[in-house]
C-alpha cells in the first residue's frame, strides 16, 4: 500500500452555532454553547479510545468543520490538539483546517490558532449581497470577509478557503457576478462554491415550498456555475474537484481523502466516519454524546472505532465501489485512478464498466486514458447522470 492508503485523516465536529443560517440542514444547535467546555472533554476522551483501534496510522489531515468551530477557545483547541498528539502519531507537515465564521475571527485569536498548529482556514463568506446573506440569516457582511481576510494574513495564515454559494432564491446573474468578482479581490488560495441544495427540514426550503421565495431555476444554476468557473480559470485557479478550486499546491488534503474514498476517524456528535472497512456515525445529540463518553457503560460496536457510535454498517464491496465511482468522478483533475481501483477490486475499471463507459465517452462526458476515468468539461455539468449510469451496473 502506498502512504495514500495507510495515512488517516481525523474530522471533529462541533456541532454548535449562535444562530441557525436558514439554509443549513447540519447537525448543529443553537443556544448549547455551555455544553462546549464538557464537549472538549468528551473529544479528547473519544480521541483517546480512537487511538487504540487505528494501530499506529500515521495521521497526515485534521479537520475542525461544523458547527462553528470557531466558537471554542484557543485553549480548548489546544487541549483537543495535545490530545491528538498524546494520542496519534502525526506527521510533520500535517495539515489541520479550521472552519469558522467570518465574525467570529479578530487577530489576536488568529494569531494563537497559527501558533497552536493550525495552518488552513476556511472562512464561510457565501455571498457578497447583503440582501442575500440577510435572507441566509448570516450574522456577517462583506467587510466582516474582507476584515477577517486581513487578519488571517497578519496572522500568517496563507491557506485560506472561502465557501461561496450560488443559486439562492431570487438571486440573479448581476448579483452573481458581485459574489465572484468579491471573491476574486479577496484572492484566496482556494475556493469552494457550491450551487444551493433546499434540504428538507431547512427554513428557506420551507419558505420557497409555500411560495414565500421564488425556487431557484436549473438553467441559471448551470449558468452561474460556468461563468464561475471561467472567472476562476482566469483568475489563475486550477480546478480539482467539481465544487472546488485552488492556487498550485493549495488542495484541501482533507478533503481529498474523502474524494479518495481513504479512511478516515469522524469524531464528535453526529461525525460520521470510515475505518476499518466500517462506515459509522456518532450520536447527534451534544448531550447524549457527552453523557455517552463519561459513563462506564457506553455501547462498544465491534470494529468501530468509538463508544457513541449511533450506527455503523461493515461496507459491502458493491458499496464500496459506489463511494469510489461516486467521489473519485468528482475529481476533475485526477478521476478515478485505475491501479489504485485495481489494486482494491481485483479487476480494471474499465473490465467492470465496459458498456456505461463506451456510452460515456461516444456522449462525450467522459475521458478515459490508460491511467485514469475523468468526467470530461461536458460531463462536470451533468455529473449526476453519469454517475448513475455506472451506479445503475453495480450488481455484485
Ligand atoms: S454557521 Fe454553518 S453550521 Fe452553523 S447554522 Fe450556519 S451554515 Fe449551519
Known amino acids: 500500500m502506498s502512504s495514500l492508503e495507510t495515512e488517516l485523516s481525523i474530522y471533529l465536529h462541533i456541532p454548535f452555532c449562535s444562530v441557525k443560517c436558514s439554509y443549513c440542514a447540519f ?11 464538557s464537549y472538549v472533554d468528551a473529544l479528547c476522551s473519544e480521541l483517546a479510545f480512537a487511538a487504540g483501534h487505528c494501530c499506529d496510522r500515521r495521521v497526515h489531515t485534521i479537520y475542525f468543520g461544523g458547527g462553528t468551530p ?3 477557545s484557543p485553549r480548548q483547541f489546544e487541549l483537543v490538539l495535545q490530545q491528538l498528539a498524546t494520542s496519534f502519531r502525526i506527521v510533520d507537515d500535517v495539515e489541520v483546517s479550521l472552519e469558522a465564521n467570518p465574525d467570529d475571527l479578530s487577530e489576536a485569536y488568529l494569531r494563537d490558532l497559527r501558533l497552536l498548529g493550525f495552518n488552513r482556514l476556511s472562512i464561510g463568506m457565501q455571498s457578497a449581497n447583503a440582501a442575500i446573506l440577510q435572507m441566509f440569516d448570516r450574522r456577517h457582511d462583506l467587510q466582516t470577509v474582507e476584515t477577517a481576510l486581513e487578519y488571517a494574513r497578519r496572522a500568517a495564515f496563507d491557506n485560506v478557503n472561502l465557501d461561496v454559494i450560488f443559486g439562492s432564491p431570487g438571486e440573479n446573474m448581476v448579483d452573481w457576478q458581485g459574489t465572484v468578482e468579491a471573491m476574486l479581490r479577496f484572492s484566496p488560495e482556494h475556493v469552494s462554491m457550491y450551487g444551493l441544495e433546499l434540504k428538507g427540514g431547512t427554513r428557506l426550503r420551507e419558505q420557497v415550498d409555500a411560495g414565500e ?3 431557484p431555476d436549473d438553467d441559471l444554476f448551470a449558468d452561474m456555475y460556468e461563468f464561475a468557473a471561467a ?10 474537484e467539481i465544487s472546488n478550486w485552488r492556487r498550485p499546491g493549495k488542495e484541501c488534503q ?6 479518495r474514498n ?7 456528535a453526529g461525525a460520521h466516519g470510515f475505518s476499518g472497512g466500517y462506515r459509522y456515525s456518532t450520536i447527534a445529540s451534544p448531550a447524549r454524546y457527552i453523557a455517552a463518553l463519561r459513563s462506564q457503560s457506553a455501547r462498544i460496536t465491534t470494529g468501530v472505532p468509538t463508544p457513541a457510535a449511533a450506527k455503523s454498517t461493515l461496507v459491502s464491496e458493491a458499496d464500496d465501489l459506489y463511494e469510489t465511482i461516486m467521489m473519485g468522478l468528482r475529481l476533475t483533475k485526477e478521476g478515478i485512478n485505475r491501479v489504485r481501483f485495481r489494486q482494491r477490486f481485483g479487476r480494471d475499471f474499465i473490465e467492470i464498466f465496459a458498456g456505461p463507459a463506451q456510452r460515456m ?7 478515459v486514458t490508460s491511467e485514469r476515468i475523468r468526467l470530461s468539461q461536458d460531463g462536470r455539468l451533468l455529473s449526476n447522470g453519469v454517475i448513475r449510469a455506472f451506479v445503475d451496473e453495480i450488481t455484485l
Request: charged residues 10%; hydrophobic residues 40%; negative net charge.
Open 27 to 37: 447537525n448543529t444547535y443553537t443556544d448549547l454553547e455551555h455544553l462546549i467546555p
Open 70 to 72: 470557531s466558537l471554542l
Open 213 to 215: 421565495l421564488p425556487r
Open 231 to 240: 472567472s476562476l480559470a482566469a483568475a489563475g485557479y486550477g480546478q480539482y
Open 254 to 259: 482533507h478533503n481529498l481523502q474523502y474524494w
Open 262 to 268: 481513504l479512511e478516515y476517524l469522524g469524531v464528535g
Open 361 to 367: 465517452c461516444a456522449a462525450g462526458l467522459l475521458n
